[in-house]
């Protein structure tokens, strides 16, 4: 029960302050430091525990106070917008030189052909011993793409890095977003007085009367 609740408070305290509640990897000293906290009580005759931490301001001064962020109604609807403009992740594959490789936090930085750098996490499936042969080389990167809500690529969840193949500029570049979810709003297009049904409400393109009209619908039917 305790090591849920301990993953519970990382990601909570994750998603404060880096704005997403996992990644992939060890989970990072500074967030271990910021997640703990003391069992005060057990109340008698029920399953309430009481718990006591400090606050993120306190453990990790290096934040800063200027980071927090007010949630408020119009917090709200930037968040709701930026989600339904995110495109959704994807698969991908990219070549380029493996130009740098962090062990604590397990992100690695390519560099295309184009000189543009990508970054990434490597998964916990890469031997990470065996990757760093591939330093300085090329080699190509597959994994998840994910995307801000502008579209560029925000980084790349790898799941297997290898040494490049084939034509590199084939897979030397960029990510794009292939799909992007239909903001069905955007669709939606105001009438006024003179546009939409208002346009034609009580208009007849011709000039016969209301019998004459009926009596060609008739022949008609």
């Known amino acids: 029960m305790f090591g849920a609740l301990i993953e519970a408070v990382q990601r909570a305290v994750r998603l404060r302050v880096e704005g997403r509640s996992a990644a992939q990897g060890p989970v990072p000293g500074w967030i271990e430091r910021a997640s703990a906290f003391d069992l005060v ?3 008698g005759g029920s399953t309430t525990l009481v718990l006591a931490a400090n606050p993120i301001v306190d453990v990790l001064p290096e934040v800063g106070a200027d980071e927090l ?3 408020d109604r119009t917090g709200v609807e930037t968040f709701a917008r930026l989600k339904r ?18 062990h604590s936090d397990r992100v690695f930085r390519l560099i295309l052909e184009s000189g543009q ?9 890469i031997d990470l011993g065996a990757l760093a042969r591939l330093w300085g080389e090329s080699a190509r990167v597959s994994g998840v793409a994910k995307f801000r809500p502008s579209g560029t690529l925000l980084r790349v969840d790898a799941d297997r890095i290898e040494a490049a193949s084939g034509a590199a500029s084939l897979w030397s570049r960029l990510p794009t977003p292939l799909l992007r979810d239909l903001d069905t709003r955007k669709l939606t297009v105001p009438q006024g007085p003179r546009s939409g049904v208002a346009a034609v409400w009580g208009q007849w393109p011709g000039d016969e009367s209301d019998e004459e009209f ?3 619908l008739a022949h008609v039917s």
Do not use: C, M
């Not at 750098?117 to 499936?125: A, E, R, T, W």
């Open 41 to 43: 009580a057990v109340e």
């Open 69 to 71: 962020v007010r949630i």
């Open 85 to 102: 403009e995110t495109p959704a992740d994807q698969r991908a594959v990219i070549d380029g030189k493996l130009d740098a490789l962090h």
């Open 117 to 125: 750098p990508v970054h990434g996490v490597i998964g916990d499936s």
């Open 214 to 216: 009926l009596d060609a």
